[in-house]
């Protein structure tokens, strides 16, 4: 690093407090890439307010999608890994965008295998998947860790009661290279707190559908929905829901996430705000133009063995009428191929994958319409229709 580059990194104007080691860090101590992911992430604490860095136990990125226009990304993470950078914590990834689908996604994601080769040198836990947190990448309750990929985010702080901003990408890298985060926004207990009461009114639960709407409304306060005993792969679908369509990094269940024992606790009072979602809402959401449909997708975030398993039951003995896909978590994916289900899936049409539908459909022609029961797929991906599970097996004419 040249002397007067040196000096520009040193001679911020210091507002946050930082251990000794880590202003020599910013000094350029471990090299000159290891001095800007420090100064970013300085930066970044600053601009919100944050007063220190603290210590985190995990780190989950979310640039796994190797396309070339992020050239300055790769350079990054290249030099990173040239100066002999390491993830100063376990840090996992998210899911492969599907390259070798097609000639389009090969040219597209053409920078993939550099991509992952620069994380691989940096010490990345090659899970490749957004739903790290089931097996490969678990916080405690009341852990620090600096996780981007809002579904991930989500299910952190809520199902589990970690403590995490929502972290964008290359911040997520400065994380895990540092092992650090400001501490700011969802790492505080005042912004933990309930914000927004949201009644049901629902005889058919749509988590997805639920979470949608939710998010639309309450965009980035923390919604407390009262209690119904929802499962873990439910809060997934529901929460990775919600934080798509609003900017939703925190909800609490009263009586099934951690830090909602009960309403009194999670509103620290009395709730401010309470709305209803009923049963009509949430059939609103669902696609009245099945007709058009010529693709079912299941899978965002991505399936566990026992959704897939579950879904694969209701395909058994059947043929798929539509191009049908299971985008599943890599290693429950090995699981299921395992068994009969996934056999019984497969002779009635369905593909099973392992990466993300979003990231492997960039381009369609206008009448590729995709049915999906997913919420966090529904509001990204252009041309798609909202539809319940029995929605989307109606349209595979299995039900
Ligand atoms: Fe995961 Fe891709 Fe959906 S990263 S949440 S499967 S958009």
Not at 159 to 184: K, M, W
């Amino acid at each position: 690093m040249s002397a007067s580059h040196r000096t520009h990194i040193y001679c911020r104007e210091m507002r946050m407090k930082l251990e000794q080691e880590h202003e020599n860090v910013l000094r350029g101590e471990d090299g000159e890439a290891m001095a800007l992911a420090m100064k970013t992430l300085v930066a970044y604490g600053e601009a919100f307010g944050a007063k220190r860095l603290v210590p985190i136990k995990s780190a989950h990125l979310t640039g796994s999608f190797g396309i070339s226009p992020f050239s300055a990304y790769y350079q990054i993470l290249g030099r990173l890994a040239d100066e002999g950078a390491k993830f100063k914590v376990p840090t996992t990834l998210n899911p492969r965008p599907g390259r070798d689908l097609n000639i389009i996604n090969r040219l597209i994601f053409g920078r993939q295998k550099r991509l992952e080769s620069c994380y691989s040198a940096l010490g990345i836990t090659p899970n490749y998947s957004c739903v790290c947190y089931f097996n490969a990448n678990v916080p405690a309750l009341g852990d620090r860790i600096a996780w981007a990929e809002s579904s991930a985010v989500q299910y952190a702080n809520s199902a589990l009661g970690a403590r995490t901003n929502r972290n964008s990408i290359l911040i997520d890298v400065c994380g895990a290279v540092t092992g650090l985060t400001p501490e700011f926004g969802y790492l505080l207990d005042e912004n933990r707190r309930g914000r927004v009461l949201v009644r049901i009114k629902i005889d058919r639960m749509d988590p997805p559908a639920l979470g949608y709407i939710i998010g639309k409304t309450v965009v980035d306060r923390v919604p407390v929905i009262e209690h119904y005993p929802f499962s873990r792969e439910e809060l997934k679908n529901m929460g990775g829901a919600m934080a798509a369509s609003g900017g939703v990094a925190l909800f609490h269940v009263e009586g099934v996430t951690p830090e909602a024992p009960d309403m009194k606790t999670v509103f620290d009072g009395s709730p401010k705000e309470t709305i209803t979602i009923t049963q009509a809402d949430l059939d609103a959401m669902r696609s009245k133009n099945t007709e058009k449909i010529r693709h079912v997708i299941f899978g965002c975030p991505q399936m566990t063995a026992d959704e897939a398993a579950a879904l694969a039951e209701r395909f058994a003995g059947k043929k798929t009428a539509l191009p049908v896909w299971f985008c599943m978590i890599p290693d429950e994916m090995k699981q299921f191929e395992q068994t009969g289900l996934f056999r019984k899936a497969r002779e009635a049409g369905v593909q099973v994958y392992d990466h993300c539908p979003l990231a492997s459909l960039p381009v369609r022609k206008k009448s590729h319409t995709v049915l999906t029961n997913s919420g966090k797929l529904y509001y990204y991906l252009e041309n798609t229709e909202y539809g319940a599970t029995d929605d989307c097996l109606r349209a595979c004419g299995v039900l």
